[in-house]
């Protein structure tokens, strides 16, 4: 992780530690919960479950530490945690699978495309998205990735990324 990204996790603890939110938390799980606040500030496209996993702790754990910052802390810094949107997963898996920048491209504007022609994703993860838009796309340039791939790279299920093709191709 960039520089500037440790930083803002540092300051986020010391200001948690001062204002006494460790108190009845291990401080193990209040750096994990800073460390993804400062990813969450930034918009940088990381999971809970990425987080959970390295800092060995639970999602649940985490999700609850990182509320308590946000509403306590946060405030203080004046910063809010960032949506991460379909896009920004879709640059990511796209690097991750090595795959043609037309590819991104046209995985972005196939997302626009549907989400124009009234396609919902309020409520679901834009992994799902991302990664079904990438399949999809993938394809259509002669440059094909599995569903196992795809669903390994991203962190979602193959029927989860079966739902969102089925839910991209009827918007298209």
């Known amino acids: 992780m960039p520089q500037h990204i440790s930083k803002e996790a540092y300051q986020i603890y010391i200001l948690s530690v001062k204002k006494k939110i460790t108190l009845g938390r291990g401080i193990d799980n209040i750096l994990?919960?800073?460390?993804?606040?400062?990813?969450?500030?930034?918009?940088?496209?990381?999971?809970?479950?990425?987080?959970?996993?390295?800092?060995?702790?639970?999602?649940?754990?985490?999700i609850k530490n990182v509320r308590a910052l946000n509403q306590i802390i946060l405030p203080l810094i004046n910063a809010q945690l960032k949506v991460v949107s379909s896009n920004t997963y879709l640059r990511r898996f796209n690097k991750e699978l090595k795959l043609p920048m037309k590819c991104q491209r046209k995985a972005i504007n196939l997302l626009e495309n549907c989400k124009e022609n009234g396609m919902r994703t309020c409520g679901?993860?834009?992994?799902?998205?991302?990664?079904?838009?990438?399949?999809?796309i993938s394809k259509n340039i002669d440059e094909p990735r599995t569903q196992k791939e795809i669903c390994k790279t991203s962190g979602i299920s193959e029927v989860t990324l079966r739902t969102r093709i089925k839910e991209i191709e009827s918007f298209q």
């Open 32 to 62: 994990a919960a800073s460390f993804y606040a400062a990813i969450k500030i930034y918009g940088i496209p990381r999971s809970v479950e990425e987080i959970s996993q390295a800092a060995q702790i639970s999602q649940k754990d985490l």
């Open 124 to 136: 679901k993860d834009p992994k799902g998205f991302a990664a079904g838009a990438l399949y999809i």
